[in-house]
C-alpha cells in the first residue's frame, strides 16, 4: 500500500492557528497512522502468509524545515510514525512491512538560511 496524504497550509509559527494546524495534523499525520493500521489489518488476514508492503511518502522536509511549521511538524512526525510502525510490524512478525520514502521534493521548498523572516 503506498500511504500518500499531505496537505500545506503555508503559515509560520507566528501565523498559524489552531484550526489549520489540527485540520493539516489530521490528513497529513493521523490519515497516515490510519492508513498503517488499515494496510497491517489487510496483512494479517493475508491467506498467503502475513506479508506486504506499506510505503509511507514524507518529504525531504522531515529533515529540512521549510516556514510552514504545520507541514514540516506532520512530515516529519510521519518519519517518527514509520519507525514506529516497522518496529511493531517486525516484533508481530509481519515481514517485507514497512519502507519509506522522502525522495520527491517538496514544491514549497524553501532555502534553508537559518533566518526568521518577520520576528
Request: with cysteine; aromatic share 4%.
Amino acid at each position: 500500500m503506498v500511504n500518500n496524504a499531505g496537505i500545506v497550509s503555508n503559515a509560520d509559527i507566528m501565523t498559524v492557528d489552531v484550526a489549520t494546524w489540527n485540520q493539516l495534523l489530521s490528513i497529513n499525520l493521523t490519515g497516515m497512522m490510519l492508513g498503517c493500521q488499515t494496510a497491517i489489518a489487510l496483512m494479517r488476514d493475508n491467506p498467503a502468509g502475513s506479508r506486504g508492503s506499506i510505503v509511507n511518502t514524507a518529504s525531504s522536509t522531515s529533515y529540512l524545515a521549510i516556514p510552514d511549521v504545520a507541514y514540516t511538524t506532520s512530515k516529519a512526525g510521519v518519519v517518527g510514525l514509520t519507525k514506529s510502525v516497522a518496529v511493531a510490524c517486525a516484533n508481530a512478525g509481519l515481514t517485507d512491512s514497512l519502507q519509506f520514502d522522502s525522495s520527491r521534493r517538496n514544491p514549497h521548498q524553501y532555502s534553508q538560511n537559518g533566518d526568521c523572516a518577520g520576528a
